[in-house]
């Protein structure tokens, strides 16, 4: 037997989960909780150098993880790390998409350079439907196919306009993304409502990462909870919906 198909048959007795932006902060604490579940996790970046840093690290520690070269803004990108996946799994049981950025600042949408909306979009929303759509044919393959997206309650219309919420600074570009997003997940349990795989979005909360420089107040580890447990959930498991720690969000 061949080292290759060999490894393949050592996965096909896990679950197979690829994490999106999963270097580092909670994208790297997803791939971490899962693999501690027994699962074998693809280790989505792309950068090489710290994709492979953390793959070392998470073996290190016992768990079965390999690196995926992934831009979620390339098609041609996307479109490899689908046939990597197929070709090490066969399969895919959980797709987390976690990776996004704030689209930078400052974003009063009266003096907003559009740019930086349009990056925010291009990687937050599109990039999750490029994946999503690439990923779904090894999905559907699974007996009990999960999708989780890492939202934010800052896209959340009901949090925004609730008097005396503590949502953030205004940001145009990166907080309707989010919003953008949950909407993009509601269309995907709509058309998915017939088949096995439950989608739901998520957020992780106000987690100490490098895309708020470190200010928040919850560690990367709280940050990865809620979707390590949405991309456990049993087959009789909510879809369409959008939770944090404390239960359902509002949308």
């Known amino acids: 037997m061949s080292e290759k198909n060999s490894e393949k048959n050592i996965v096909n007795r896990r679950k197979v989960a690829l994490v999106t932006g999963a270097n580092k902060g909670i994208g790297y604490e997803i791939a971490a909780g899962l693999g501690a579940l027994g699962w074998s996790v693809g280790v989505g970046a792309r950068q090489e150098e710290r994709r492979e840093a953390a793959v070392e690290k998470l073996r290190a520690d016992g768990i079965d993880a390999f690196g995926v070269p992934l831009d979620v803004t390339d098609d041609a990108s996307v479109t490899a ?9 066969g399969r895919l049981d959980a797709l987390v998409n976690n990776a996004g950025i704030t689209g930078g600042g400052p974003q009063e949408p009266t003096t907003v350079d559009v740019n930086r909306v349009r990056a925010a979009v291009e990687t937050n929303v599109i990039g999750v439907i490029r994946v999503t759509n690439a990923l779904l044919p090894l999905l559907r393959r699974s ?37 953008f997003l949950n909407a993009v997940t509601v269309q995907y349990a709509k ?11 998520v957020c992780p909360g106000y987690t100490a990462t490098d895309l708020n420089d470190f200010r928040g ?3 990367p580890q709280q940050g990865a909870a809620s979707a390590i447990r949405l991309a456990t959930v049993p087959d009789d498991g909510p879809t369409g919906r959008f939770f944090d720690d404390e239960g359902e969000v509002p949308w």
């Not at 007996?143 to 890492?150: A, D, G, K, T």
């Not at 058309?191 to 979005?201: G, H, R, S």
């Open 217 to 219: 107040v919850r560690t």
């Open 81 to 89: 790390a689908a046939r990597l996946v197929e070709e090490r799994a």
């Open 143 to 179: 007996p009990s196919p999960r999708i989780v997206n890492v939202s934010s309650s800052v896209g959340s219309l009901t949090l925004q306009t609730t008097p005396g919420a503590e949502m953030g600074p205004i940001a145009v570009a990166y907080a309707p993304s989010k919003t």
């Open 191 to 201: 058309e998915l409502a017939d088949t096995n795989v439950l989608i739901n979005a």
